[in-house]
């Protein structure tokens, strides 16, 4: 759809023209900036003080190279980035992706988003993210540490406590983060929490595995009962088989729902009879392996080769929890003629602008990326606040803060699109909420 405001359909060409070769990147912001319309009518101070042109562009940009040595002695060569994008209300905060797909476009996508669903938290925390083209996938655990070592050797120049935050995201779990924090610390000989998502021995925060897929469950939870609905008793499909898939199959079996698709890169499981959580834990969090090793143990489950075919699995409920754009109109049409009624983003931006108009055209309930997965990042900064008080809350303390959180900002995507006259938009609501209070700091502050 185009935009009708001239001033951002403006904008948004020049956006164009300045990032050629992004499309994430372009996607992120025109789903933006039509949220944006009417606030861009309402508040003509904002366009004034230019905080739409400073938005779009990230305060800084910083790609290295990373050098390391693989097992047979043989060097290789992966691109490293950072991109601080806006620290308007906090430090600079956001995870780092270790995936072979990773370019400038996505880590911009990323990025961008990040500021908004930062400040949706409440906590101070302004937006980042980077990462690197590395393949963690197959590799030893040697491999993985001087990878870690050597984009730390050229990271640490640009991070630090009160300046920028990194954290885990696909391919950056447990282990990347402590070769990381290891190598931080011996080279900047200072221990401080400059990366969250760090072991229970050395500064993590207890519930910060679990906080992305449980916060998903708290925020679809609200939105459900908002409208009358609830997890109780009803079939949820979830794509991914990583950190927020798990913990969103945890929590939505937790809060009775029937979880009966996971899945990985290569294929998807349909097990009816619910998944064996435990297994895909051993599976995946222990032994590294693929998912289709479950039907090994349960034969009666069902494997199927290729990602995308899990939306065609009739639900009440999708969940998904993989990557970027991985449901198209078409499979947005499928799940909607199957009977799914509700639709909650774990992964970031995994809806194509076209699925996203199928979830409208078929009054889906639809809890946007920024809104619903926004407990990672917030427990991340629980997890600072635990640094700098040199303190560990308990599991329960850190879980009942991640659901007031959660809580709070289903509220404010809800008030926010009613006050916007889109009711029941809660993308366009968590959009102008998770703007509105980065703009005002940025006004406040004046042109930098
Ligand atoms: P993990 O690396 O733990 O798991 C990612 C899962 O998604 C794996 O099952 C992986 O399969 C699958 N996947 C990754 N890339 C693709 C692809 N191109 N096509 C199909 N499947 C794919 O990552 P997380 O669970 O941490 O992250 C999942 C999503 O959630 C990402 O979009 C991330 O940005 C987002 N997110 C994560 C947060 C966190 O705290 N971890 C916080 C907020 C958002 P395979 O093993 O085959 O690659």
Redesign the pocket.
């Known amino acids: 759809m185009a935009l009708q405001n001239k001033y951002l359909a403006d904008l948004l060409e020049t956006v164009k023209k300045r990032n050629q070769g992004e499309p994430e990147f372009i996607q992120a912001v025109t789903e933006v900036f039509t949220s944006l319309e009417p606030v861009a009518e309402k508040r003509p101070d904002l366009i004034e003080a230019g905080v739409f042109e400073r938005i779009v562009e990230p305060e800084r940009q910083i790609i290295f190279r990373v050098p390391w040595v693989d097992d047979n002695g043989v060097t290789q060569v992966n691109r490293g980035f950072r991109i601080e994008f806006n620290s308007a209300i906090g430090p600079y905060k956001g995870?780092l992706?270790l995936?072979p797909?990773v370019y400038i476009g996505i880590i911009k996508f990323?990025g961008f988003e990040q500021i908004f669903k930062n400040s949706l938290t409440t906590l101070p925390m302004g937006g980042g993210k980077g990462g690197s083209d590395f393949d963690p996938?197959g590799k030893s655990d040697g491999e993985v540490m001087r990878f870690c070592q050597s984009f730390m050797t050229e990271l640490c120049k640009h991070i630090g406590p009160n300046t920028d935050v990194p954290?885990?995201?696909?391919?950056?779990?447990a282990r990347e983060i402590g070769y990381m924090f290891g190598q931080y610390k011996r080279l900047r000989n200072e221990f401080t929490g400059v990366l969250t998502?760090k072991g229970l021995t050395f500064g993590g925060s207890l519930a910060r595995t679990e906080?992305?897929g449980y916060g998903v469950c708290y925020f679809a939870n609200e939105m459900l009962k908002a409208n009358g609905k609830s997890f109780e008793g009803q079939t949820v499909v979830i794509?991914?088989?990583?950190?927020?898939?798990i913990y969103a199959t945890q929590k939505a079996t937790e809060l009775g729902a029937k979880v009966v698709a996971l899945?990985?890169?290569?294929g998807y499981i349909y097990d009816e009879n619910g998944i064996d959580l435990a297994l895909v834990k051993q599976l995946?969090e222990v032994e590294r392996k693929?998912?289709k090793e479950y039907v090994t143990v349960h034969p009666e489950a069902k494997y199927t080769e290729g990602?995308s075919g899990i939306w065609t699995i009739p639900c009440d409920i999708a969940l998904p929890?993989?990557?970027?754009n991985?449901i198209d109109g078409e499979s947005a049409e499928t799940l909607a003629k199957n009977g799914c009624y509700a639709l909650v983003e774990?992964?970031?931006m995994?809806s194509t602008p076209e699925a996203i108009d199928v979830y409208f055209e078929n009054n889906m309930l639809y809890g946007p990326?920024k809104a619903a997965?926004?407990g990672?990042?917030a427990v991340s900064g629980l997890e600072m606040s635990q640094n700098s008080e040199r303190l560990s809350w308990t599991f329960e303390d850190v879980d009942s803060r991640l659901h007031n959180i959660m809580k709070e900002i289903f509220k404010s995507c809800d008030e926010a699109a009613k006050e916007y006259g889109m009711e029941g938009n809660y993308m366009a609501g968590a959009n102008i909420a998770g703007f509105l209070k980065v703009a005002e700091a940025m006004k406040a502050q004046g042109c930098v």
């Open positions: 995870g992706r995936h797909s990323l996938k954290a885990g995201d696909i391919g950056t779990g998502g906080a992305t794509s991914g088989s990583g950190n927020v898939a899945s990985d890169s290569n995946k693929r998912i990602c929890c993989a990557t970027q991985e774990g992964s970031n995994p990326a997965n926004a990672g990042v």
